[in-house]
Each structure stands twice: as structure tokens, then as C-alpha cells.
């Protein structure tokens, strides 16, 4: 699977849009951009994952640039309670495993 | 509840004892996955199965880590002669059979401190 690089940490308001970049210039066409995050003490959450259209559920928008070599994740009002680990993960849709591969995400800090 | 149910959620053992947690997965989630984190990194895999059948194994850490998922539905990761190392949590998930981006769900971990 295609390796991301994010930023190790953010700090965003209380209220404001969180916009958390991904880059994975790697990725090839059968792969698959996810988000997950980790709040302290945990499991990793399910945000949203895409393709190549951009996508938006209740947690969260995702967008995947024309060249899918870069992502970002849009919390569009983030509350206290967003403040986790974000990793950003792309993966293959094959038979072999399927598994997903952590690196080190993001450290989101959502101040007052 | 229907996610993923681990089991114990703690467990603090003593050096050199096994240890075992269970796992049940999401009803009708035929794959199954264990991983490990430790303090400020992120999930790391080591197991799958896919029903029964464990098909990729070759990154649990050492030969004192199994797991088992006998009958298809619960799975079960043991630890043989426990090791201070060992300290981690270990998170359970599951997923439908591979299709366009099926999802996996994870557990909310067992955590082992080893002293």
C-alpha cells in the first residue's frame, strides 16, 4: 500500500472548519483514501474513506485532489471532542490482506 | 451494542505468564484482524482471518503470539511467557469480505501492562 505523509500535529479553534492535509503521491488507481482517528485511549474510528470523488458524511468531508496524490479531511466545526489522532490511509481493494497500515497520523488540538 | 466487543478491556499480568483475549467481531463480518499499538504509535498488524482459515501471520512478533478463530465468528490472541515488552494495547476489527472499500471496524482494544 501507498505510504501519506501528514503534518504530526495541528491546533484548530473551537467552532472553526478543520482542515487536515494528507499527501500520498504514491497511491495507484485501485486504492482507496481512508480516515480514521483515535481518541486517547481508544479505538480507531471510522471517519470516511473515497476514491476519487470528493465525499461528505455526517462526521466529516473528504477531498481528493483531480491527481489523487494529496487529501484533505474537513471537520467543518470542530468541538473539544475532536481532539484525537487523525491517520490518513490508503489501501488497496484486493483480496491479499486488505488490511490497512497505520503511520503516525495527526495530532489534532481543538482549543477553547 | 453491535461493534466489535473485546475482552478484558485490562489485564495486568506478571512477567512470564500467558495471557489470552477474546474478540468478538461485527455479526456477518467474515474477516477478521488483530493489531498491536503501543504508547505513541499508531495500530500495528499482525494477524488476519478470513472465516476460519488465519491467512497471514507472518508479522505476529515472535512464536509466543497465536490467535484462533475456530468456529468463524470469535477469535481469541493468546501471549505465552509474558514479556515487559508485551505492554500494549491489542485491538480487535473486522470487516465484510473485500469488495469497493468495505470498512473495518475496530474494538476499543484490550490494554496488557506486563509487570
Known amino acids: 500500500d501507498a505510504k501519506t505523509t501528514q503534518p504530526p500535529s495541528m491546533d484548530c479553534a473551537e467552532g472553526r472548519a478543520a482542515n487536515l492535509p494528507c499527501n500520498h503521491s504514491t497511491i495507484s488507481g485501485n486504492e482507496y483514501v481512508y480516515w480514521y482517528r483515535q481518541i486517547h485511549s481508544q479505538g480507531p474510528q471510522y471517519i470516511i474513506h473515497?476514491?476519487?470523488n470528493n465525499e461528505t458524511n455526517e462526521m466529516a468531508s473528504l477531498i481528493i485532489t483531480e491527481d489523487r496524490k494529496s487529501s484533505t479531511l474537513i471537520l467543518p466545526h470542530a468541538t473539544l471532542r475532536d481532539t484525537a489522532v487523525y491517520y490518513c490511509?490508503?489501501?488497496?481493494?484486493?483480496?491479499?490482506?486488505?488490511?490497512?497500515?497505520f503511520g503516525g497520523g495527526t495530532r489534532l488540538m481543538v482549543k477553547p | 451494542d453491535t461493534g466489535v466487543s473485546q475482552d478484558p478491556r485490562h489485564k495486568i499480568t506478571k512477567r512470564g505468564q500467558n495471557v489470552t483475549f477474546r474478540c468478538d467481531p461485527i455479526s456477518e463480518h467474515n474477516r477478521l484482524y488483530w493489531y498491536r499499538q503501543t504508547l505513541g504509535q499508531g495500530p500495528e498488524f499482525l494477524t488476519y482471518f478470513q472465516n476460519e482459515a488465519q491467512l497471514e501471520k507472518s508479522r505476529l512478533l515472535s512464536d509466543r503470539f497465536s490467535a484462533e478463530r475456530p468456529k468463524g465468528s470469535f477469535s481469541t490472541l493468546e501471549i505465552q511467557r509474558t514479556e515487559q515488552g508485551d505492554s500494549a494495547m491489542y485491538l480487535c476489527?473486522?470487516?465484510?469480505?473485500?469488495?469497493?472499500?468495505?470498512?473495518?471496524?475496530f474494538g476499543e482494544g484490550s490494554w496488557l501492562t506486563v509487570v
Open positions: 473515497g476514491l476519487k
Open positions: 476489527a473486522s470487516s465484510l469480505p473485500v469488495s469497493s472499500g468495505n470498512t473495518i471496524y
Open positions: 490511509i490508503v489501501r488497496a481493494d484486493n483480496n491479499a490482506g486488505n488490511m490497512l497500515t
